[in-house]
């Protein structure tokens, strides 16, 4: 299997699919790559698309990381498969490491997406939820897992994309679960809190398309405020998907496809280069 070795002795599985500009695409909380097949099967007909398992997640070992780790690993990943600057996607956690990523690495992103990314505010009722999930609490990881992911569905959501969700939450290691978790959000710094993501949104220079869910609408909101007094707040473009649910690009595919091409299509000149003819073999475990 493909794996690039991380410095620290970690690795991470990843695919690398097509040719043309680059794409990486990268997961939410408790998923793995495969959450990107519905969009790798569009994309991959014109561009290199490289799909991550991050830390502890599908096919990479653990244990988890913070965002900003994971988004170290993902700039070592492209580093040493000749990837960036390239369009990065992610989705729910895979946002908000992207996010990371274009805000700290910002050599390696050319366009960013932002799937219903999950920010919540500093006074949000969750954090009573983060002191009882630390480690050595009577709260199974699993089952928290799956209480928060029942919100995630509508009435448009096929019935059968959350038992998919529900196996690989089973799946994901309960350490891996509780620890992404508390990753995005525990304490001030936390890189899902909206204290910390406002600067860096702020800061990122690549173009952004954020696509947000029903249930996401008024973190659109906040998101159009964060960007709309700064000099790069027009490279914001801020969508909501009424009626949809947390995985909105799974639920209309095609819809997605269709819109992220239009976006792009004024920026794929500078969305990555061409794949090289050979990956480098030190990229590779």
């Known amino acids: ?23 990486l695409f990268v997961h939410g ?9 519905w969009l790798q099967e ?10 991550v398992d991050l830390r502890g997640h599908g096919r990479s070992p653990g244990p988890a990381v913070s965002p900003e780790e994971m988004a170290s690993d993902l700039a070592h990943l492209m580093h040493g498969l000749g990837l960036g600057p390239a369009l990065v996607v992610g989705h729910s956690m895979g946002a908000i490491v992207s996010s990371v990523l274009a805000a700290e690495h910002p050599d390696a992103v ?75 959000y525990d304490g001030r710094s936390g890189a899902g809190r909206r204290r910390t993501a406002q600067s860096r949104l702020r800061t990122i220079a690549a173009p952004v398309l954020a696509v947000y869910a029903d249930q996401g609408a008024e973190v659109a909101e906040w998101h159009r405020s964060v960007v709309a007094d700064n000099s790069r707040g027009n490279a914001h473009v801020i969508d909501v998907w ?44």
């Not at 299997?1 to 410095?7: A, E, R, Y």
């Not at 939820?129 to 609490?137: K, M, V």
């Not at 004024?266 to 475990?285: F, H, K, L, N, Y």
């Open 1 to 23: 299997m493909p794996h690039v070795s991380l410095p620290d002795g970690g690795s991470l599985f990843f695919t690398d699919d097509g040719a043309g500009p680059a794409v």
């Open 29 to 37: 909380w408790a998923c793995d790559g495969s959450d990107g097949a």
């Open 42 to 51: 569009d994309l991959v007909r014109d561009h290199r698309v490289v799909t």
């Open 110 to 184: 050319a366009a960013l997406v932002l799937i219903d990314p999950v920010f919540i505010a500093d006074d949000s009722p969750l954090i009573p939820t983060l002191d009882a999930l630390r480690p050595g609490s009577p709260v199974d990881p699993h089952e928290f897992a799956r209480r928060v992911w029942r919100g995630f569905a509508t009435t448009r959501t096929p019935r059968w994309l959350p038992v998919w969700h529900r196996r690989r939450v089973l799946g994901t290691d309960a350490d891996v679960v509780r620890d992404a978790f508390l990753g995005l």
């Open 242 to 285: 009424r009626g949809h649910g947390h995985f909105l690009h799974q639920e209309d595919p095609e819809r997605f496809a269709a819109q992220l091409r239009a976006w792009l299509g004024p920026i794929e000149p500078v969305a990555g280069p061409a794949a090289p003819a050979d990956t480098p073999t030190s990229a590779r475990e």
